[in-house]
């Protein structure tokens, strides 16, 4: 036995290579080449399970498009078949920024994510309109022209980001201020519903079924006023609004950091 392995160890030494014969150092290099081999096997594993990774992420994402996409389309499908729906949004504080009184076109300042909430409401198929009390006209501080300018403007620049108008609608009137054309106790002035159900009728809106978008009480208080859902954006008065909710008659069903938010719950419950 003793010669036997005394024999047989020499053999292998031969047979694991002929460098290996030539002293430690070699070994030191196939150690290394080892060490190289795993590391390698290493990198392309991370490599590989990183590929799978991003694969599945990319994926996911593309489903979730694609769920977004198919939403809109059922939503514009199903308005089709009945009367359309609508939103309308309250103008100052909820479309642009409430400077006051906007008494020229300059003075328009539109709230940067304004466009594509207005654009995602295009493409879910409801209509899109403009309900805003301007009692300027009746206090003298614009004529219904400079209005019709102002209107303009913000329609040329949402149209720049794709986003349309589908009318707009304003009370120039106040009880208290103008003219005989414009002093009076009109059924427009939100939250009196005039507004709604003259657009109701121009459109064959449903009213009970379309939502309303505003800063104020009186924006939630027309929307309660004829069914719709009401939401408030904290933008504009909406902060103020919100912090007094409790003197209202109609609370908000829904609230919102901004018009972009409230558009996308909107869409998000359909
Ligand atoms: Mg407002
Ligand atoms: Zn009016």
Redo the contacts with the bound molecule.
């Keep these: 036995m003793k010669i036997g392995r005394r024999r047989i160890k020499p053999r292998l030494n031969a047979q694991r290579s002929p460098r290996a014969q030539l002293g430690s150092k070699l070994y030191f290099g196939q150690d290394f080449d080892r060490t190289m081999f795993y590391r390698t096997e290493v990198f392309v594993h991370r490599f590989t399970c990183r590929t799978i990774k991003l694969f599945f992420v990319f994926q996911f994402c593309e489903s979730e498009n694609l769920f977004r996409r198919e939403r809109l389309k059922t939503v514009s499908q199903s308005s089709d078949l009945q009367s359309a729906r609508a939103v309308f949004l ?5 479309i642009n920024e ?1 400077s006051g009184y906007v008494s020229h076109p300059r003075e328009l300042i539109i709230y940067p994510w304004a466009a594509e909430a207005i654009r995602l409401i295009n493409e879910s198929g409801m209509k899109a309109f403009v309900i ?2 301007q009692s300027g006209v009746a206090r003298g501080l614009y004529t219904e022209e400079t209005l019709h300018a102002v209107h303009e403007r913000m329609r040329e620049e949402l149209a720049r980001e794709g986003a349309k108008i589908d009318a707009f609608y304003y009370c120039p009137h106040h009880p208290d201020f103008g003219d005989a054309r414009y002093k009076k106790i009109c059924d427009c002035r939100k939250p009196r519903p005039g507004l709604l159900h003259r657009a109701a009728r121009e459109h064959r809106i449903e009213l009970a079924r379309s939502y309303v978008i ?3 009480a009186s ?1 939630m208080n027309l929307a309660a006023g004829v069914g719709a859902v009401g939401a408030l954006v904290l933008t ?2 909406g902060r103020g609004t919100h912090a007094d909710s409790e003197r209202w008659p109609c609370e908000p069903s829904i609230v919102a950091g901004d018009l972009l938010e409230a558009v996308n719950i909107i869409l998000d419950r359909m």
């Design positions: 309250d103008r100052d504080g909820t409430d805003t009390n505003g800063d104020k924006d504009g008065y």
